[in-house]
Every structure is written in structure tokens, then in C-alpha cells.
């Protein structure tokens, strides 16, 4: 704990005493530490874009960055993950034992840098990115030899330090040329440089041409030629093209924020640029806040040929600022007068900015409950959710975990279907909140709603529970209107899904200003001591449960839902293909396949999976009309069978995945994760249906090669949430996504193992997205077995069922069905507990 405490309030600019011998420094590294091909970069400017380029376009890769956001633990990761802040303690107990016994006190950034390279060491990176904190020759990074050496830029920085002229800065920064280096230099370093690599003996000079274009085209020139002299090939990345805070926009009600590190004149003047092209029509003002020792002045000036509209705020040392107020002023009243909001500075300044921004955002987010109890329930709030985010000045539209209650206050009805809509307000908005309601009453009438009883039956009920700390009473006779709904406090059909997006917001009113969380607990124990006062019809027994629709939009009308938890499924495997790893043309003409289809349904699947495209190690891609033609009659054929079941079709391709709903099916398996076609994630939106997203690299005919991780379980979580995320924004409600690891995809034997073996972590870190299975038949299976016929495998696949019911899975995905359902029912009796149906 002493150790992180002291890293927290660490003055970074102090700690970075460069001292004249570094050997004090390197002694605590063994030679062997990075037994790997080493990248160093220095730079005045782009050091960060170069690295993140290099980070996302190389598997098992360490990188250590000084600058970090939010925590020290961001300046070490491995393939983008920041190290776990358990490991980092750990890391630096060890380097303050080493420095008493060997009776050197090292600088906290020193002692940064040994942390990382031992961290490197002991994951056995297969590539090491080394970000020199401010110099070169004598800075900490410097006691380890780069194979690459990267020269981004050179300016006037750290003079009292570096040096009062851009040569002897550059001649600083050339420090960390070696001996058998390959030199690597941007446009805007001086020519001495190269006559310093020659000197030293570096392997080879490249500088790259001076020519106009922006600073990330130069960063990726940089990493390009990097990735040339390492004699290897970019590999496909889940990682977003611009680490944090680098040109970041976050879109709000009030204002579009940027959020950008520049605060050198060189980053400035490209920020500038781009912001000319990217918002010509937009009303644009700038905050910033520079470190002391930067060029303030010739910044301002740059920032001004922008926009009239800059305001500096005065930037202290560490990351409490003490004058942080004006900093929160000045970025609130900019997004008041303008359409864009620009804040350009340090890492500790993004940081204050993050939670500004995060602070007005809640001020104007507004949750509305939805729920139904008559027709085709899940499509009705599934055509809910894409009306209300068609509405003019709603955005950043999320949902909570769709919940099955028990019908209260009038009992003798059908159970709902319940979930909370989360939501930011345009200021035009916030002001006439009367007018939500009337549009929010109009968008029920369309959907399906007619004049009931009160708390009755009904096809679709929209409620605005709560906006931001807002206390607001009118008494208009058409819709009178109370916020925050009077009633929330003793619903657990609102609070439970409320507890999905804000388990702390608070209640403004009530006594103590409980926050969703504690009004929960306090419901429950009414609940338990049936104390008066709590609704008719609720009760512990009859609790929200979450579930997750059986069907979606087009497809199957009034299908049931699945009750997340309850039992594990079973999905069928139809391969409509001819060249499939195991099952290759068994079901390849649509008469077998749909007399497959219907004996799985009788052996007990709930779900078929029906695909056209092989998607095994090496497979060749099928053309798109090809892949219809496979799939379209199967679904066809098994829907005129009148089964109950739900029917997904497995492809990647967007105009099969409508093509297949439009037959019938009603889910969408999508092994890409909807990164093969862009239209995917919005199309699944469109068509209102469940899909799942499969982590996978490359594609079947490159995966093998890519099977490489840091952590598998860790990086396989970490694309999925990113994947989630991308299908959220694409308009999918939570509910309607569905999440698998991939097994067998881009994976060796040991991986699929661990993700097995931590199936229930994955459960857990993938929540509340239900987690699907498949391991049927796959090739560890054989390998374990000695069988290299796959459809002798049998037993072997059924245990892979037992350990996904063990970690809670709630899908399996197989080809033998009857075997698989017998195994997931014993295995669930053992595992889960089981609730009564509502």
C-alpha cells in the first residue's frame, strides 16, 4: 500500500532527475531481460502514436509509456492490457527490497523502468516498445540496447535539462542509437542525427522525407518502417486506431468533446490543423492547460488562428490540483457557447476533463422504464428501444438486462417484460421534459398501446423514472408529469434493471438520498419481513429474473424468452457446406439438413445453428450468393416445419444475415464479431434480433498463425467487451447480445483448455451478456484423445459440456444433441439452482 500511495502522488516532472551513470540503473536489470527484439523511441512529439501503432500491429508485445491518465499501471501493458495493479505492487515490493540491500535509493520513474522491464522478463514478451520519458542518452529507459531505434522528433523542450538548442537536444536524443541498431528518424529531425548513427555503427539510417501530412500519417510511417526493419508483418488488432486522449472525441447532449495531449508547439499546430478540416462549420472553443516549462505564449497563438474562443487555465505539478474549480468552469461554460468543445494539455489535465465531462453527462441523463405483458413482448420493447433512439435530442442511448416480473398491483394478468432505458438530454430537452413525456405517450400509442385499466395489461409502457438530480411536479391534465417517479423506491421491476447502468445514482428526495443500490436492499428486506405498504403481487419468489429473447424482430412471433441462468441450452450445428471439419456435406442438400434439424429438436435442442460457409483452419472464402443459396432453403424448409425452436444462422456476412431472418431465422451467429462486414452490427439492429458475437483473429484462412496471447483469458475478454461495446452503439439492446470465446478459432490446444478451465471467470467478466460454448468436435478434443476421426469423439465432447455448465455457460453449441442435452440437464441439477418459471 506504501508503495502505490507513493507512485500516486509522485511529481513526475522531479522524478525524472536525469543522474550522470545509469549503471547504478542497469545493474538491477539482468542482461537477459528482454530476450527480444527491443523498439526504443524518443521524440519530442508522436513517441505515443508510434508506439500504440506498433502495440496494435504485434501479438505478446510489452509496452512501457510514461505518460498515463487516470494510474501509474497504464504506462506497462502487454498487448494494450494494463498490468493488474496487484502484479504492479508486487513488482515494485520487489525493487524497493533490491534498493535497500544494495543501497541505492533509484527515482520513482526509475524505478518505473525496472518494474516494466522485469514485468517483460518474466511474461516472456515476444516484443519489447520502450517510450523514453523526456531525454535519451542518460534517461532510465536507456540501459537496455534497441534493435529499433526511433527518433520522432526533436523541438525545444526541457531546455534546463536537455539542452537551450535544437541540436544539442537531438544530440541528447540520439543517446539511444547503439551500436547494430536500426535507425528509424521523422522528417523534423536535424540532419546531425544521422552523422551520430554513422558514429556509432547503427546497421542502417532511414529519415523519412518531409512532406504535408498530418501526425498520424507520420506515426504510422514511422511504425511501418519499424515493422520492416523487424522483418515482420502487422497482424490484424481489437485495439481503436488512437490510444486515449489523442484526439478523443466523446459525444454528449450538451457539447462534442476532444480531448487531446498536445502541449508542445509541434503537436499544437497539427491538432490545429486537423480541427480546420474536422469542424470548418462547428462553433469551436478551446480549453487548455500547458505543463510550466513549455513555449505557453507560441501555443495560444497557434490555438487562436483556430478559434477567438481559447481560455488557459493555470496547470500545477501532480494530479490534485488545488485551483481544479477553474478547470471545471471553464470547460462547463464552453460547452455552453459552443458545439465543440476542444481541451488540449497534459495527461493529469485529461484526466480533471474526463470527470467533467462525465459529471454533465449525469446532470442530463435521463432513465425511462419499459415494459410488457401482451403480444409479442420482447419485439414490442425491442421496437421501443429503436423509437426512442430515433427521438430528436436523445443520445448515447444504452440499455439495462431485460427482466421477466410477476404482473403487481393488478396480479391477475400475464408477468412482464421489464428493462430500463439510459439516456443523455439535449439542453432543448431538459428544459421541456413535458415534452418527452407527450412524445414518449405518442411512441406508445404507435406501438401498440390501448386505454386500460390502471396498471392493466399492456402492449408497451414507457415511464420516465429519473433526470440527472432533477425534482420536478407539474400538474398538466393530459400527462402530469413527476421526476423522479414517485413510485421507483418500491418497484423491483425498475430497481433491479436501474442497478444494471447506475447502482449508485441517488434519489433526491427521499430521506438520506439513498442510492438505487441501497433502495433495493431496503425493498428486499420489506419483501422478506412482508411489510406493509409493499405492492400487491411482489415478492422475494417472484424477484426480476434476467432473460434473454428465444427470437427477435421478423422472425418467430410471441417466441418465449430463455431465463438467463436457469438451464443451459442446447444449439444444434447444421453445416449446409460440403467441406466442413467434421461434418463436410452430411448435410450439404436442404432435405437432410432439415431432417437433421428436426431429430435435434426432438433429442431436445432449443436452438439450430445453420451455417453455408466452412469456417474451419484454412477454409476458402464462399461468396456471399453462394452462402444464401446454402442456408435460405434449410431455415425455409425447417420453418414450415412448425417447430418450436429458434433458428440462427451462422455467417459473417451481412445480406445472408437478412436474407436468413427474412426465411425465419430469428438469431444471427457471427464468428467475426461483426468486424468481417460493417453493416453487420446495424443490421442485426435494423432487424431487431439477437446476435452473437465470437472472438476470432484473422480470418479461417490466416487464424492459425495468429494464435498468440499475453493472457488468453484476459485478451479474449478484453475484444469481446470492446465488441459488445461496438454492438451497443451500433442500436443493438443489451439483451440481444450474446457472447463466445471461440473455441478453436485462433487458438492452440493449451488456450482452449484455459478458456474452459476459466469458463466461469469468463462468465463473470462477460456479464451480463449470456456466454456461449462451442467446443464440439474440435481438434484438442482428438488430440487429448488420440481419435482423429471427429465424429468419434463423442464422449470427449460431452465433457467439454460438463465444464462449460460448470462455468456457467448458458449455450452450448454441438453436433450431437441427444447425448449433449442429457449431460447438460445432470449437470445442471448440479451446478445451478434452479427458480420456479414466471
Same mark, same amino acid.
Given at each position: 500500500k506504501v508503495a502505490m500511495e507513493e507512485f500516486a502522488d509522485v511529481d513526475w516532472t522531479k522524478s525524472r532527475v536525469i543522474r550522470q551513470d545509469l549503471s547504478e540503473v542497469s545493474a538491477f536489470v539482468s542482461d537477459a531481460a528482454l530476450a527480444c527484439p527491443v523498439v526504443h523511441i524518443a521524440g519530442s512529439n508522436g513517441k505515443g502514436g508510434v508506439a500504440w501503432n506498433l502495440v496494435r500491429s504485434l501479438h505478446r508485445c510489452g509496452s512501457f509509456t510514461s505518460p498515463f491518465i487516470e494510474h501509474v499501471s497504464e504506462c506497462i501493458g502487454i498487448d494494450g492490457q494494463a498490468i493488474e495493479k496487484q502484479e504492479l505492487l508486487k513488482l515494485i515490493r520487489g525493487v524497493l527490497e533490491d534498493e535497500r540491500s544494495r543501497g541505492v535509493e533509484l527515482t520513482p520513474f526509475e524505478r518505473l523502468t525496472v518494474v516494466a522491464y522485469r514485468h517483460f522478463q518474466e511474461k516472456q514478451v515476444q516484443f519489447a516498445i520502450i517510450e523514453c520519458g523526456m531525454g535519451g542518452r542518460l534517461d532510465s529507459t536507456n540501459i537496455v540496447r534497441g534493435d529499433v531505434c526511433v527518433l520522432t522528433s526533436v523541438g525545444l523542450e526541457h531546455t534546463a535539462v536537455l539542452g537551450s538548442t535544437v541540436e544539442a537536444i537531438a544530440r541528447e536524443k540520439a543517446g539511444i542509437f547503439k551500436r547494430g541498431s536500426h535507425v528509424v528518424c521523422g522528417p523534423d529531425v536535424p540532419e546531425l542525427v544521422k552523422d551520430i548513427a554513422v558514429d556509432v555503427g547503427a546497421a542502417s539510417f532511414l529519415q523519412l522525407p518531409r512532406c504535408e501530412e498530418t501526425y498520424d500519417v507520420t506515426a504510422k510511417r514511422l511504425s511501418d518502417a519499424v515493422l520492416t526493419r523487424l522483418n515482420v508483418a502487422p497482424c490484424a488488432s481489437h485495439l481503436p486506431p488512437a490510444p486515449p486522449c489523442r484526439f478523443e472525441e466523446v459525444a454528449t447532449s450538451r457539447a462534442h468533446f476532444v480531448l487531446d495531449v498536445a502541449h508542445n508547439p509541434h503537436a499544437v499546430r497539427a491538432l490545429v490543423s486537423r480541427c480546420q478540416d474536422r469542424f470548418r462549420s462547428s462553433r469551436l472553443a478551446v480549453v487548455c492547460a500547458m505543463a510550466k516549462d513549455k513555449d505557453i505564449e507560441g501555443m495560444l497563438r497557434l490555438l487562436r488562428d483556430l478559434t477567438p474562443d481559447v481560455t488557459k487555465c493555470a496547470w500545477h505539478d501532480g494530479r490534485t490540483d488545488p485551483d481544479g474549480q477553474e478547470l471545471v468552469a471553464s470547460i462547463r461554460a464552453a460547452a455552453e457557447r459552443s458545439d465543440v468543445v476542444l481541451i488540449c494539455g497534459t495527461f493529469a489535465i485529461m484526466a480533471a476533463s474526463r470527470r467533467v465531462i462525465e459529471d454533465l453527462r449525469s446532470e442530463s441523463t435521463c432513465f425511462v422504464a419499459i415494459g410488457s405483458n401482451l403480444g409479442d413482448r420482447a419485439r414490442s420493447l425491442a421496437m421501443a428501444v429503436q423509437s426512442l433512439r430515433s427521438l430528436e435530442g436523445v443520445h448515447s442511448l444504452r440499455t439495462s438486462s431485460l427482466y421477466t416480473t410477476a404482473a403487481q398491483y393488478v396480479t391477475d394478468q400475464s408477468p412482464f417484460l421489464n428493462a430500463v432505458v439510459k439516456f443523455e438530454l439535449s439542453q432543448a430537452r431538459l428544459e421541456n421534459l413535458q415534452s418527452l413525456l407527450a412524445d414518449l405517450k405518442a411512441l406508445e400509442k404507435h406501438l401498440g398501446r390501448v386505454p386500460s385499466i390502471r396498471n392493466g395489461p399492456r402492449a408497451v409502457d414507457l415511464d420516465i423514472v429519473a433526470v440527472g438530480q432533477i425534482v420536478l411536479s407539474t400538474a398538466d391534465r393530459q400527462y402530469p408529469l413527476v421526476i423522479p417517479h414517485e413510485r421507483m423506491h418500491e418497484r423491483d421491476f425498475v430497481l433491479v434493471p436501474m442497478l444494471d447502468l447506475c447502482p449508485n445514482w441517488q434519489h433526491p428526495t427521499l430521506p438520506g438520498k439513498p442510492t438505487v443500490r441501497?433502495? =433495493?436492499?431496503? =425493498?428486499?428486506?420489506?419483501?422478506?419481513?412482508?411489510?406493509?405498504?409493499?405492492?400487491?403481487?411482489?415478492?422475494?419468489?417472484?424477484?426480476?429474473?434476467?432473460? /434473454?429473447?428465444?427470437?427477435?424482430?421478423?422472425?418467430?412471433?410471441?417466441?418465449?424468452? /430463455?431465463?438467463?441462468?436457469?438451464?443451459?441450452?442446447?444449439?444444434?450445428?447444421?453445416?449446409?457446406?460440403?467441406?466442413? /471439419?467434421?461434418?463436410?456435406?452430411?448435410?450439404?442438400?436442404? $432435405?437432410?439438413?432439415?431432417?437433421?434439424?428436426?431429430?435435434?429438436?426432438?433429442?431436445?435442442?432449443?436452438?439450430?445453428?445453420?451455417?453455408?460457409?466452412?469456417?474451419?483452419?484454412?477454409?476458402?472464402?464462399?461468396?456471399?450468393? $453462394? $452462402?444464401?443459396?446454402?442456408?435460405?432453403?434449410?431455415?425455409?424448409?425447417?420453418? $414450415?416445419?412448425? =417447430?418450436?425452436?429458434?433458428?440462427?444462422?451462422?455467417?459473417?456476412?451481412?445480406?445472408?444475415?437478412?436474407?436468413?431472418?427474412?426465411?425465419?431465422?430469428?438469431?444471427?451467429?457471427?464468428?467475426s464479431a461483426g468486424q468481417h462486414d460493417p453493416q453487420m452490427l446495424s443490421t442485426a439492429a435494423s432487424l431487431l434480433v439477437p446476435i452473437v458475437l465470437m472472438h476470432m483473429r484473422g480470418t479461417p484462412e490466416t487464424m492459425k498463425s495468429l494464435a498468440s496471447y499475453t493472457d488468453v483469458v484476459a485478451d479474449v475478454t478484453s475484444h469481446l467487451l470492446a465488441r459488445r461495446e461496438a454492438a451497443i452503439a451500433a442500436g443493438n439492446p443489451s439483451w440481444n447480445i450474446i457472447l463466445d470465446p471461440g473455441i478453436g478459432f485462433a487458438k492452440t490446444s493449451e488456450h482452449n483448455l484455459q478458456l474452459l478451465r476459466h469458463c466461469r471467470s469468463l462468465a463473470q467478466r462477460l456479464h451480463p451478456s449470456p456466454l456461449l460454448i462451442g467446443a464440439s468436435r474440435k481438434r484438442f478434443v482428438g488430440e487429448i484423445l488420440g481419435e482423429a476421426d471427429a465424429k468419434k469423439r463423442v464422449f470427449g465432447n460431452v465433457a467439454t459440456v460438463a465444464a462449460a455448465v460448470a462455468g456457467l455457460a448458458d449455450i452450448v453449441r454441438v453436433h450431437e444433441v441427444s447425448e449433449s442435452v442429457q449431460t447438460s440437464k445432470v449437470c445442471d441439477r448440479i451446478y445451478r439452482e434452479h427458480r420456479s418459471s414466471l
Open positions: 441501497s433502495m =433495493l436492499q431496503a =425493498l428486499s428486506t420489506s419483501l422478506r419481513g412482508q411489510a406493509q405498504g409493499t405492492p400487491a403481487g411482489a415478492s422475494l419468489e417472484t424477484f426480476p429474473f434476467r432473460v /434473454f429473447p428465444a427470437a427477435g424482430g421478423i422472425g418467430r412471433r410471441g417466441a418465449p424468452v /430463455f431465463r438467463h441462468g436457469h438451464e443451459t441450452l442446447v444449439m444444434g450445428i447444421i453445416n449446409a457446406t460440403p467441406d466442413s /471439419f467434421s461434418d463436410g456435406g452430411d448435410h450439404f442438400h436442404s $432435405e437432410s439438413a432439415v431432417a437433421s434439424g428436426v431429430a435435434m429438436v426432438k433429442a431436445g435442442a432449443q436452438i439450430l445453428d445453420v451455417g453455408g460457409e466452412s469456417t474451419r483452419p484454412g477454409a476458402a472464402v464462399v461468396s456471399v450468393e $453462394e $452462402e444464401m443459396r446454402r442456408v435460405v432453403p434449410v431455415i425455409q424448409g425447417l420453418r $414450415e416445419k412448425n =417447430l418450436e425452436v429458434s433458428i440462427s444462422v451462422d455467417t459473417r456476412n451481412s445480406a445472408t444475415a437478412r436474407a436468413a431472418v427474412q426465411a425465419g431465422a430469428d438469431w444471427i451467429n457471427d464468428v
